[in-house]
């Protein structure tokens, strides 16, 4: 049987599903609006989108939302083009890494091919099949764009955020380390208790010099400003509660 993954870049210049929707969401926005039964029943009825960037516990998170089959990367793009009354009223949101922790997690992936509940696509495990170092992997990152690496390599600006204006469309993000408390109050809100740390890989601890540091701060440099904006919001929101009080 062909490769279906094969097909999607031959018609569509995409490897997959979520790509070639993504890409019509620019090309024929107008058109995308006869997708919206596309969005997932449990997400219509919580009406909540929550948009999984791969190797920040996002499985986990989509487990305990949504139920089984219901794990896919589409970005929020995706979400406004198929269906913008329900993106607009719905609540959504999504969680942060550290890109340099992420780059770590997203290696280990590619080195072991992906975990025991979501491997690396054949097409990818035949592209990396060669790379050996840090280095290595780096390079082959630099010498593509997005639509050309699979997910967990991917920018995780590209997931939420406008890619002509670099401005967040999910109305919540979290980091993953920082935010944890409030990340579980606000899933509390949706009935979600403890997670389980699912599609976990195995851990690497990468010591990474100088100059890896700062190939993986070109590369994902808009992750980098992503974070950075989040957590000024959230002194400046914390600032302000502060002061609140403090004059009553």
Not at 68 to 92: K, L, N, T, W
Not at 158 to 174: A, H, I
Not at 227 to 234: E, Q
Request: hydrophobic residues 45%.
């Amino acid at each position: 049987m062909p490769d279906p993954k094969r097909i999607n870049r031959l018609v569509f210049g995409a490897w997959y599903e979520e790509d070639i929707y993504d890409r019509f969401c620019t090309a024929l926005p107008a058109a995308m609006r006869a997708f919206f039964w596309r969005i997932p029943p449990a997400m219509r009825r919580r009406k909540l989108i929550f948009v999984h960037v791969p190797r920040v516990a996002g499985t986990s998170i989509v487990r305990a939302l949504y139920g089984e089959g219901c794990i896919h990367h589409y970005s929020m793009r995706y979400y406004r083009a198929v269906h913008p009354a329900f993106a607009q009223s719905a609540d959504s949101f999504a969680v942060l890494r550290d890109p340099f922790d992420r780059f770590a997690s997203a290696y280990a992936f590619m080195r072991s091919g992906g975990t025991p509940s979501a491997r690396l696509s054949d097409v990818f495990l035949r592209q990396t099949a060669h790379l050996v170092t840090v280095d290595d992997y780096l390079s082959f990152l630099e010498e593509r764009g997005p639509l050309d690496l699979d997910f967990v390599m991917r920018p995780q600006s590209w997931f939420v955020c406008d890619l002509v204006t670099g401005e967040p469309l999910v109305k919540e993000l979290f980091l993953l380390e920082e935010d944890r408390g409030a990340l579980a109050a606000y899933l509390a809100r949706w009935q979600v208790g403890p997670l389980p740390w699912l599609n976990r890989s195995s851990s690497v601890h990468l010591l990474l010099n100088a100059r890896q540091r700062r190939r993986i701060e070109r590369l994902y440099a808009d992750d980098f400003g992503l974070i950075d904006s989040v957590r000024r919001h959230r002194r400046s929101r914390n600032e302000e509660i502060a002061a609140k009080i403090a004059a009553e």
